[in-house]
């Protein structure tokens, strides 16, 4: 297995050595019995990247961070590592999260999913019709399609859907251009769907700033971020279905 580089998480951990199942690496608790589970979700490289998701610090120190939360954090890499690929990425990180829920250390009605970046748009199948599973979903700087995007579904659908699985969407002050339009647009649909959406904007930094800048408040916002997964995976369910 390749060893890790690439750039590292501003927030520093003890980092948890990942059990390789397949294609995913999982990154267990210290406590004994099936835990609730975290499938962490990469964006886009429109070429393969010299080191890939799995095998990057950030990811690995994000996994290692949940697992010292008491979570079981997984890694795939998907279809996004080559291009534009959004269907296959779709299939494959299906096929992640059902080898991720039959691991004997995961509770399987109990998951959550955390989408970076060009990984937005994965979101939207799950939170269409969310499967009683999927207990928490967290968008980081995401690119959100709008309604005309083709074969994609609309971000009205899966926003309905955040009515029943609680939602965190981190943002940034200093956001990709390209990328605010979709976020405005999103968080104003959600505003007047009158959905729960939960939008935190982390001031003074840019896409990626969870890499890039180490200043206490981007930390605390990792911190919460992640503090904000582990306590939707361990509260009891409070969304009603719809």
């Known amino acids: 297995m ?39 979700v990469h964006g886009l490289y429109p070429e393969q990247p010299e080191v890939t998701p799995r095998f990057s610090n950030f990811y690995r120190e994000y996994a290692s961070h949940l697992a010292h939360r008491g979570l079981v954090a997984a890694i795939v890499d998907h279809d996004l590592t080559r291009g534009f690929f959004y269907q296959e990425a779709l299939a494959t990180v299906r096929d992640a999260v059902d080898l991720l829920r039959a691991a004997p250390e995961t509770d399987e009605d109990t998951v959550g999913m955390w ?11 799950f939170l269409i019709d969310p499967a009683p599973w999927l207990r928490a979903v967290e968008l980081t700087y995401p690119v959100l399609p709008g309604a005309d995007t083709p074969a994609w579904p609309p971000p009205e659908d899966a926003i309905a859907g955040i009515s029943a699985v609680p939602t965190l ?74």
């Open 115 to 125: 989408f970076f970046s060009g990984g937005g748009p994965l979101s939207y199948p």
């Open 2 to 40: 390749p060893q890790p580089s690439g750039k590292s998480l501003i927030l520093p951990v003890d980092p948890v050595a990942p059990d390789t199942r397949g294609p995913l690496d999982l990154y267990l608790p210290s406590t004994a019995g099936p835990a609730p589970c975290v499938l962490l």
């Open 169 to 242: 969407l981190t943002l940034v002050e200093n956001e990709i251009p390209d990328y605010i339009a979709g976020q405005r647009s999103f968080v104003a649909q959600a505003s007047n769907a009158g959905v729960p959406l939960d939008v935190r904007t982390v001031a003074g930094v840019g896409h990626g700033f969870d890499a890039t800048t180490d200043v206490p408040h981007a930390r605390a916002a990792v911190t919460e971020g992640l503090d904000w997964m582990a306590a939707a995976l361990k509260s009891p369910r409070s969304f009603g279905r719809m």
